[in-house]
């Protein structure tokens, strides 16, 4: 068993910051939760679950599942998983370093999940401990291929951190259990689980142990969605008064990816997370197979979520009902969902798709996902967690309308569905899994995100990449080719500077035209290379299309790959009455803002507000404006202040610019 990935060591102050944070604060803390440690004020939830103790109860229920203790079930059926992706990212930290009390932790997990797991490699503890009788009986719902898809992620992980043997026998006993009981052969259930999941799992076992029926199980699973879109409502029908989520049993098969066969469907539709993580699992399990019409099929969805279903931030999610995609081009700012795990998601998807095909689009998504849609999900302190991330908010209005309740102005302690923080986690520990590709059997090198870090492939090559991005854009990158063959080096040109890039190598400017977003250069034998950039950083604008209602007549700041927002911190009154003159921005580095940040200024006007018990509706025209300055911080740190309004799109005095 091998695994091939580059030896990566981040060394980028930006991402260091997080992922200390990640590993100092939220591990401690979401560790301190999921073994009821601390009490827990649960806020609204916004997947409109409730749970009233306080707790967790996700290493309680394994405890009781392997018989050391006693009592009830507590929580939903995936509650599981969120010990699984705790443990996941506490492997990548024992990858790089030792980290004694998480990994005291994690062994004792993984102890303790091997004694809850049953003879048949079985494990799900809703049912273990509830009615073993019942188990696959409501796959739509149960999330029981879910929660063990989510161990045998955690488990390739610690394995490859640690060497625990242990906790990857547990993960191959499991999926042994799921490949003896699905599957096209007679006997066996032909459909899979409602949430997506165990196919990323067994393409990942597969290349760890070799065992090709993981990867066929897996492929099977992706091509046999959909179909039979009416399996999951039989089984509900089956089960009569046994209900796990009461309103799961009246959702349109697109809610699961199952209205049609995989291959036939051209539209990503659903719950947003679900069809993410299919889609993740499709574009690997295509590479892995060769299947060209599975990979074409997924290029197609890919371009529909990115494309037309997207927002400027790289959230997905447009609706709180079903936490799913809707249509093409419906974008609100302040009713929208877009979830945290959605945009986890998608990064995952964008790497898939990266090292299938180089193509610099993959890269840039990525890029939109790690500086934006999705560190915005946890505070600066590490311990508290946004579900829903809006591009618009008013706690009034959030508060005061049920509509909108779903959207919170302050990060929560935790949720009755907490799917997100340790997911957050997972992604930022395992960061270095996401900036190189290796391609062409290791002849060429992609260099995919502009994190500084220190790179060794299996061939020998090595990459440092040094840099203060996204603070900072001059870039260097120092290849090493020690090896008896040219090594072809290719670096993602982002989208946003296409045309506006320095490039030189060995200090010789050069004019690199782009391919596919990559531009290249040919390392030769025993030899090394400079290769540096550099990338404008200057304030900017862009506008959404004018195919989204929400956006129309209005711009949004962004410098590098960063989004831009208002906020009541920095701004008074109303957020929606200030225009903004886009020729006017400027950026400061402010080391004591919110850990430090590049802060955005601008010049304008603000509409002076109205009175109160004034007339609701006036002449035209007769509104008063006043000069303004208008101050823009970077969107994945909002709501880390003073609780207030947010906006990340605002409207430019000349409408025209928009």
């Not at 935790?414 to 992604?427: M, V, Y």
């Not at 090198?445 to 440092?464: K, Y």
């Amino acid at each position: 068993m091998k695994s091939n990935m580059p030896k990566v060591e981040v060394t980028s102050p930006f991402w260091c910051q997080y992922r200390d944070r990640v590993r100092d604060h939220a591990l401690p803390y979401q560790w301190d939760v999921i073994t009821d440690s601390v009490k827990i004020d649960f806020s609204h939830d916004p997947a409109g679950n409730k749970m009233g103790e306080g707790k967790s109860g996700a290493v309680q229920n394994l405890r009781i599942a392997a018989g050391l203790d006693t009592g009830s079930f507590n929580g939903f059926p995936y509650q599981d998983s969120d010990a699984y992706k705790w443990l996941e990212a506490v492997a990548y930290v024992l990858a790089r370093e030792e980290a004694s009390e998480l990994r005291r932790h994690a062994e004792e997990l993984v102890d303790l999940i091997g004694q809850a797991q049953m003879d048949d490699g079985y494990l799900c503890t809703y049912y273990q401990i509830n009615g073993i009788e019942d188990r696959f009986t409501q796959i739509g719902q149960s999330h029981e291929l879910y929660d063990m898809g989510h161990y045998i992620e955690a488990a390739i992980a610690y394995w490859q951190a640690t060497g625990s043997e242990k906790a990857l026998d547990i993960a191959r006993r499991m999926a042994d259990c799921i490949d003896a009981n699905f599957g096209p052969e007679e006997g066996k259930i032909h459909v899979g689980d409602g949430h997506p999941e165990i196919e990323i799992a067994l393409a990942r076992l597969f290349e760890v142990t070799g065992e090709q029926r993981y990867l066929d199980l897996a492929h099977w699973l992706i091509l046999s969605r959909g179909e039979d879109p009416e399996f999951y409502a039989r089984q509900n029908e089956a089960a009569g008064d046994r209900v796990l989520f009461e309103t799961m049993r009246h959702l349109k098969p697109s809610y699961y990816q199952i209205d049609k066969p995989y291959l036939e469907q051209t539209e990503v539709n659903g719950h947003a997370v679900r069809a993410l993580y299919l889609l993740g699992a499709a574009a690997h399990v295509a590479r892995l197979t060769d299947d060209a019409e599975l990979a074409a099929t997924t290029e197609t969805l890919w371009r529909d979520a990115t494309r037309r279903r997207m927002y400027v931030t790289g959230q997905v999610g447009s609706t709180q009902n079903g936490e799913a995609f809707t249509c093409d081009f419906d974008l609100p700012n302040d009713s929208m969902y877009g979830e945290t795990c959605a945009s986890v998601a998608m990064s995952f998807v964008a790497r898939r798709m990266l090292e299938a095909d180089p193509c610099g689009e993959y890269g840039d998504v990525l890029e939109r996902e790690l500086f934006n849609g999705t560190i915005s999900g946890m505070a600066l302190d590490g311990r508290h967690f946004f579900y829903v991330n809006p591009l618009e908010a008013d706690p009034r209005v959030s508060a005061g309308n049920p509509s909108f309740a779903h959207v919170l102005t302050r990060r929560a302690e935790w949720f009755p569905t907490p799917c997100c923080p340790a997911n957050l986690a997972r992604l930022v520990e395992s960061l270095e899994r996401y900036i190189y590709v290796e391609c062409d059997g290791g002849a060429t090198v992609l260099v995919n995100q502009f994190i500084a870090s220190n790179a060794t492939f299996d061939s020998g090559v090595s990459v440092v990449q040094e840099g203060n991005y996204p603070w900072d854009g001059d870039i260097d990158l120092k290849v090493s080719n020690p090896t008896d063959a040219s090594v072809r080096v290719g670096v993602r040109i982002p989208g946003w500077a296409a045309g506006k890039v320095c490039i030189s190598i060995d200090g010789a400017k050069v004019a690199a035209a782009p391919v596919d977003g990559f531009v290249y250069t040919e390392v030769a034998t025993g030899s090394d290379a400079v290769i540096s950039l550099t990338l404008p950083m200057g304030p900017r604008v862009v506008r959404a299309s004018t195919r989204v209602r929400s956006d129309s007549g209005k711009v949004a700041v962004m410098r590098g790959p960063v989004v831009f927002c208002m906020e009541s911190a920095d701004n008074d009154g109303d957020l929606w009455n200030y225009e903004l003159d886009t020729a006017s921005l400027e950026a400061e580095w402010c080391p004591e803002v919110l850990d430090g940040v590049v802060k955005v200024t601008g010049t304008g006007v603000r509409a002076v507000a109205d009175d109160p018990d004034g007339e609701p509706y006036q002449e035209a025209g007769t509104v008063s404006w006043e000069p303004a300055k208008l101050t823009f911080v970077p969107y994945y740190a909002w709501a880390n202040r003073e609780e207030g309004q947010m906006c990340v799109w605002v409207r430019p005095t000349d409408p025209r610019l928009s």
